[in-house]
């Protein structure tokens, strides 16, 4: 959509088969923010910081609940800062075009000004700023290193020259952040210390959340090309991108539950039938806007895999 200083265009909306134009009732308030930060897709954040102190607390048996929130605050901010970001980014690059199939975009669609929009994303990150002062304060330079790593590569997803999101290299940004360092912060903050099984899980958490970017990418790949995006899912095609979605779903299944995953790790098994059921509807379905159930089924999908790996290493 082109974004000039006159009133915004009203394009199709497809809400439970219904077509209603997007900006006829915009909402506002906290209905909006909600809308804008995607709660769908917030689990992303909580499922590594579910695994990494699921770990700590079976390898120490204890577990305290100061850095447990605190990282939980921190991951959901930076996230919900990167999605601001990225709302705000794709309207003025024109990424959020009207033949894009996802959910609404609050500044594409000219419910919120882009100045609004990044006001809000730097408001979520100076709030994961402060909480990753109190993490520094217990975990030391490691977790500063991370946490300022961490808020760059959120600006850097949609900001900057070359923009994370327009690049093949999405999915191993999300398994770096969201996969690895998530996992491995939050072990490292119980513990003070870094175990093979740790970043183990890191990882397996890590595709599992690339797995939803590519739900995402694999839906918009039409769009994506007429706004100069070159995604993993471009880059590989139709049937590659089947393929990889279906790996990065039952590789972390199956390392978890081998005997060089974490103990108990083998109750993940119970997460198969989830993931079959999804790489079918994956290969099955038209790409458009059916694949936002995917999307969001297979945010849920690691959330589950996350309490199944939690509940197995506790018992």
């Not at 779903?249 to 059921?277: E, F, H, M, R, T």
Request: charged share 15%; proline share 7%.
């Amino acid at each position: 959509m082109k974004l000039d200083s006159g009133q915004p265009e009203k394009p199709s909306l497809v809400i439970d088969g219904q077509h209603s134009s997007r900006a006829d009732q915009p909402p506002d308030g906290w209905r909006l923010w909600l809308l804008a930060i995607r709660p769908k897709t917030l689990t992303i954040s909580v499922a590594p910081v579910m695994t990494g102190s699921a770990l700590a607390f079976a390898d120490t048996g204890g577990l305290d609940p100061r850095p447990f929130a605190a990282s939980l605050l921190g991951a959901l901010a930076i996230q919900a800062g990167t999605n601001l970001y990225n709302d705000v980014g794709d309207a003025l690059r024109g990424g959020d075009q009207p033949l894009r199939q996802g959910p609404p975009r609050v500044t594409a669609l000219g419910w919120a000004t882009p100045e609004r929009v990044k006001r809000a994303a730097l408001a979520c990150f100076a709030l994961a700023a402060l909480v990753g002062l109190y993490l520094v304060w217990l975990g030391g330079w490691p977790i500063a290193v991370l946490g300022l790593a961490s808020l760059l590569a959120g600006w850097a997803y949609s900001g900057g020259p070359r923009p994370i999101a327009y690049t093949p290299t999405g999915e191993a940004f999300v398994i770096a952040f969201f996969g690895i360092g998530a996992v491995g912060g939050t072990y490292y903050l119980q513990t003070l210390s870094l175990t093979g099984q740790s970043i183990m899980a890191g990882l397996a958490m890590g595709a599992v959340a690339a797995a939803v970017l590519l739900a995402n990418n694999y839906r918009d790949m039409e769009p994506d090309r007429l706004a100069g995006r070159r995604t993993l899912a471009i880059r590989m095609g139709v049937e590659a991108s089947k393929a990889a979605y279906g790996l990065l779903l039952l590789l972390p299944i199956a390392v978890l539950a081998s005997p060089l995953g974490p103990k108990g790790g083998w109750l993940c098994l119970g997460a198969l039938p989830l993931a079959l059921w999804l790489i079918l509807r994956f290969a099955t379905r038209a790409r458009g806007a059916a694949f936002n159930a995917i999307l969001a089924s297979t945010a849920r999908f690691q959330l589950v895999l996350a309490a199944l790996v939690s509940l197995g290493v506790m018992l």
